[in-house]
């Protein structure tokens, strides 16, 4: 099956600084991948995603790349603040379907005001 | 907005005991999902279903079972608690295009 990995576990930043998180999934095949933010007590909550057919997709301060042939897609959070942190989860959706995702088992961003 | 709600956002229960943990989805979404969530190994998937009376394993279906008996609701049974299964149990339901929303979660406690 799918095998999401990612990179690094825990992530300190200066707040204002750039944050960039890396997942690495091993399904070729796999055409869809979100990214969960979630804080502290609360549930996780997609805060972007991409597809296959598309290598990058941004929204205000974060951003998604995604190279289908190195099989690797990131997380990028310009102009990093304190609400930032929390653990982000990467996943995957492989075929043939039913919206099943392989999730990695995320990073933990802090941001130190 | 999606909706998921979770039956109980705290439970402590018996070893043993017959536990019923209940999700309710409001999107008329066809896939719903049960994951549990301890610290350092993420989001691991139970069981999912992908329409009423529909259901799957997913990674780790032992010492649980599911019931989809309408499209809306999807409950998570643990047959006998015991205490490894002691966790943050979320569920989410997803929409065609693959979008997963969760419900606020269930910590369960099993002494």
């Known amino acids: 099956g799918e095998n999401v990995e990612q990179h690094p576990s825990t992530l300190s930043v200066q707040e204002g600084d750039s944050a960039v998180i890396k997942c690495t999934y091993s399904d070729s095949a796999s055409n869809y991948f979100p990214w969960y933010k979630q804080e502290l007590g609360k549930r996780p909550q997609l805060i972007i995603d991409i597809r296959s057919n598309v290598g990058e997709k941004k929204d205000q301060r974060i951003a998604v790349t995604l190279n289908k042939t190195a099989k690797h897609f990131s997380l990028h959070i310009t102009e990093t603040q304190p609400e930032d942190s929390a653990v982000y989860f990467c996943a995957a959706r492989p075929p043939p379907g039913n919206n099943r995702l392989a999730f990695g088992k995320g990073n933990q961003v802090v941001v130190i005001p | 907005d999606v909706k998921v709600t979770q039956s109980s956002r705290y439970l402590v229960k018996r070893t043993g005991e017959k536990v019923f943990l209940e999700c309710v989805q409001d999107?008329?979404?066809?896939?719903m999902f049960w994951y549990r969530q301890d610290p350092g190994l993420g989001l691991r998937l139970i069981y999912f279903?992908?329409?009423?009376?529909?259901?799957e394993k997913g990674d780790i279906p032992e010492g649980y079972s599911v019931s989809r008996e309408k499209k809306e609701r999807f409950s998570l049974i643990l047959e006998s608690a015991s205490t490894n299964q002691t966790s943050m149990y979320l569920c989410a339901s997803a929409t065609s295009e693959g979008e997963q929303y969760f419900g606020p979660g269930t910590r369960l406690t099993v002494t």
């Open positions: 999107m008329d979404h066809e896939n």
């Open positions: 279903s992908y329409d009423v009376k529909m259901k």
